[in-house]
């Protein structure tokens, strides 16, 4: 079955950097593309960035030019380097699977969910 495991997530200053990591499993990795979302306190799940299985990034204005997403297909895991963070970062950070090859059909699987907590 599909499974999605993050980690990496922690406490960090503002302007810090983090680089969680989901290990994934159960699918052919590199045929889907891949998503982080997150989820701030009291509010919705937001996506923040997607990469498609050719490669083909995406990302919300909000972190565009701080974070990058990346994939090691041979290593079945997806990156989201987080540079030059900010308290309004602060979230729960969740790795989820595409339906499809892009984006553009959505995403099926979540994982579990890693804390990324930006103090000022």
């Known amino acids: 079955q599909v499974q999605l495991v993050e980690s990496g997530g922690a406490l960090v200053q503002a302007g810090g950097s983090l680089r969680p990591s989901c290990a994934a499993s159960?699918?052919?990795?590199?045929?889907?593309?891949m998503g982080w979302y997150r989820q701030p306190p009291g509010k919705q799940r937001e996506l923040v960035a997607a990469?498609?299985?050719?490669?083909?990034?995406y990302y919300a204005d909000s972190v565009k030019g701080r974070f990058t997403i990346s994939r090691d297909n041979a290593k079945n895991t997806l990156y989201l380097q987080m540079n030059s963070l900010k308290p309004e970062d602060t979230a729960v950070y969740y790795c989820?699977?595409?339906?499809?090859?892009?984006?553009?059909?959505?995403?099926?699987?979540w994982g579990q969910g890693t804390q990324v907590t930006v103090s000022s």
């Open positions: 989820a699977k595409g339906v499809g090859r892009t984006r553009a059909l959505g995403y099926d699987y």
């Open positions: 159960g699918f052919t990795f590199g045929s889907y593309a």
């Open positions: 990469i498609s299985g050719a490669g083909a990034t």
